[in-house]
């Protein structure tokens, strides 16, 4: 996915209010972002990194601006537009870059599905095939040696959806967690099991039930951002 035109940087002051964050630009003026993610964003949103955001050409827009990605004292780069993931996942999939998601003949986005009035994020169809039922997660959760998690809170929407992907993979069909890894830092990928013990005693028991887990992680820039490779998932 391409930012055009390419994003542009500013130093993090803070976030508050959920969605607002206020910048400091390099000649001098201070302004407010607004920034499209409802977690925690632990340690994705720290004062005094770098962070870069874009600009809207919608002139009713209270906040032109948006924040796209920051950094943290590492170094690292995080896509904190939770947006960004369902994206990224759909060019990845069209490109054949995810190996395990290949050659199906259609792909469908935000179709209702199962019992508990959710929405899934990517439907592959193929007539030689079962349905593929894709669940996309970001992951810019990073703690020690380069381990990442999901979630960084609380997620009852998340518990839903594995139980919908379970639900599915009873009827025949294929279900897949589909890990979208927006952190250069991060390594591997885990369940939060430390910050959401029902979150993660699901995903065992939707692993078991024969749900797939994928994890792949994300290049980063200011020009784009790009599902490049497998990460391991335990």
Same mark, same amino acid.
């Given at each position: 996915?391409?930012?055009? #035109?390419?994003?542009?940087?500013?130093?993090?002051?803070?976030?508050?209010?959920?969605?607002?964050?206020?910048?400091?630009?390099?000649?001098?003026?201070?302004?407010?972002?607004?920034?499209?993610?409802?977690?925690?964003?632990?340690?994705?949103?720290?004062?005094?990194?770098?962070?870069?955001?874009?600009?809207?050409?919608?002139?009713?827009?209270?906040? #032109?601006?948006?924040?796209?990605?920051?950094?943290?004292?590492?170094?690292?780069?995080?896509?904190?537009?939770?947006?960004?993931?369902?994206?990224?996942?759909?060019?990845?999939?069209?490109?054949?870059?995810?190996?395990?998601?290949?050659?199906?003949?259609?792909?469908?986005?935000?179709?209702?599905?199962?019992?508990?009035?959710?929405?899934?994020? =990517?439907?592959?169809?193929?007539?030689?095939?079962?349905?593929?039922?894709?669940?996309?997660?970001?992951?810019?959760?990073?703690?020690?040696?380069?381990?990442?998690?999901?979630?960084?809170?609380?997620?009852?929407?998340?518990?839903?959806?594995?139980?919908?992907?379970?639900?599915?993979?009873?009827?025949?069909?294929?279900?897949?967690?589909?890990?979208?890894?927006?952190?250069?830092?991060?390594?591997?990928?885990?369940?939060?099991?430390?910050?959401?013990?029902?979150?993660?005693?699901?995903?065992?028991?939707?692993?078991?039930?024969?749900?797939?887990?994928?994890?792949?992680?994300?290049? =980063?820039?200011?020009?784009?951002?790009?599902?490049?490779?497998?990460?391991?998932?335990?």
């Amino acid at each position: 996915m391409l930012f055009q #035109p390419p994003l542009q940087s500013a130093t993090l002051l803070k976030r508050y209010k959920r969605f607002l964050v206020d910048l400091h630009h390099p000649d001098g003026h201070e302004f407010t972002v607004h920034c499209a993610n409802t977690g925690k964003m632990t340690g994705c949103a720290e004062p005094g990194v770098t962070a870069y955001y874009s600009t809207s050409d919608n002139a009713k827009r209270k906040y #032109p601006h948006s924040l796209e990605l920051s950094s943290n004292q590492a170094g690292d780069l995080i896509c904190v537009n939770t947006a960004v993931a369902n994206k990224v996942a759909i060019e990845a999939i069209e490109n054949d870059l995810i190996d395990e998601l290949q050659s199906y003949d259609e792909l469908l986005s935000e179709v209702k599905y199962g019992d508990e009035n959710s929405r899934i994020d =990517i439907l592959l169809r193929d007539a030689d095939k079962a349905d593929c039922y894709i669940e996309v997660k970001s992951v810019t959760l990073l703690e020690e040696n380069g381990q990442g998690y999901f979630p960084d809170a609380q997620t009852l929407r998340g518990q839903k959806h594995l139980r919908e992907l379970m639900a599915m993979k009873a009827q025949g069909h294929r279900a897949v967690l589909l890990f979208a890894v927006l952190h250069t830092g991060i390594q591997s990928v885990s369940a939060a099991a430390h910050i959401d013990p029902k979150y993660a005693q699901l995903l065992e028991e939707a692993v078991t039930a024969g749900v797939e887990v994928l994890a792949y992680k994300a290049y =980063i820039s200011a020009e784009e951002v790009l599902l490049t490779r497998a990460l391991p998932f335990s």
